[in-house]
């Protein structure tokens, strides 16, 4: 079985600040795990995903994560909020040929 | 390349009728997906399709809710007869291998109220 837990439902951050949201995942299976964003309205898009390799992983728009197998986190950060990163986000896990198992998603707010 | 393509973007419908979302993948992606979002939650996968083969449909509410992909391009999803709860974004997805490091295009979603 597969899980993703993403603490923190709303975060809000100021523009220009660090921002970190959390995942935690549960697999029986070595993971691959993704994280996507959702802007209103919109389908869900990539920012980035960990499959093996390099355990820090660059995505789009600033985004990175790293892959902690001891903490089984996969925690996504930016070095500097931009007001257009405000969205939801959403932590997500496959494995063995299943589809991704999203979390509940992590909304987050840039305040001018 | 062109994207997913969902129809309709909105519906809204009574409890007891009908409704059908029809998706077209991107061309030549083998995998397609129907998941579910309700308002406050994550996406949760309804069924998965291999070309015109059901992969998993372990989350598909049978009894009311079907899903076909015949000549495995493009899919739709039938709800009969709708609930209240079923009221959500219905999001189509396609991966052109279907392994579990391919990246999933999802399309805009269609959102569907039940009165």
């Known amino acids: 079985a597969q899980s993703v837990t993403q603490l923190g439902s709303h975060v809000s951050v100021s523009e220009g600040a660090l921002v970190l949201l959390r995942c935690n995942y549960s697999?029986?299976?070595?993971?691959?795990l993704f994280w996507y964003v959702q802007y209103p309205n919109q389908g869900l898009q990539l920012l980035l995903k960990y499959t093996t390799g390099a355990t820090l992983v660059k995505g789009i728009n600033g985004f990175e994560a790293e892959f902690k197998k001891s903490e089984t986190s996969f925690h996504l950060t930016k070095p500097s909020a931009h007001m257009s990163d405000a969205a939801e986000y959403f932590c997500a896990v496959s494995s063995r040929r299943r589809a991704l198992t999203f979390g509940s998603g992590t909304r987050l707010q840039v305040q001018p | 390349e062109a994207g997913v393509a969902q129809s309709p973007r909105y519906k809204i419908i009574e409890k007891r009728q009908s409704v059908a979302f029809w998706c077209n993948p991107i061309s030549g992606h083998a995998t397609l997906y129907w998941y579910q979002q309700i308002l406050g939650q994550g996406p949760k996968l309804l069924i998965q399709f291999q070309n015109n083969g059901v992969v998993d449909d372990s989350q598909l509410p049978k009894d009311r809710f079907s899903a076909e992909r015949l000549k495995g391009v493009d899919s739709t999803l039938k709800i009969q007869p709708a609930k209240l709860e079923d009221s959500a974004v219905y999001l189509c997805?396609?991966?052109?291998?279907?392994?579990?490091?391919?990246?999933?295009?999802f399309g805009q979603g269609t959102r569907l109220t039940v009165v």
């Open positions: 697999s029986s299976v070595p993971p691959y």
């Open positions: 997805a396609s991966s052109d291998d279907g392994t579990e490091n391919t990246e999933a295009f």
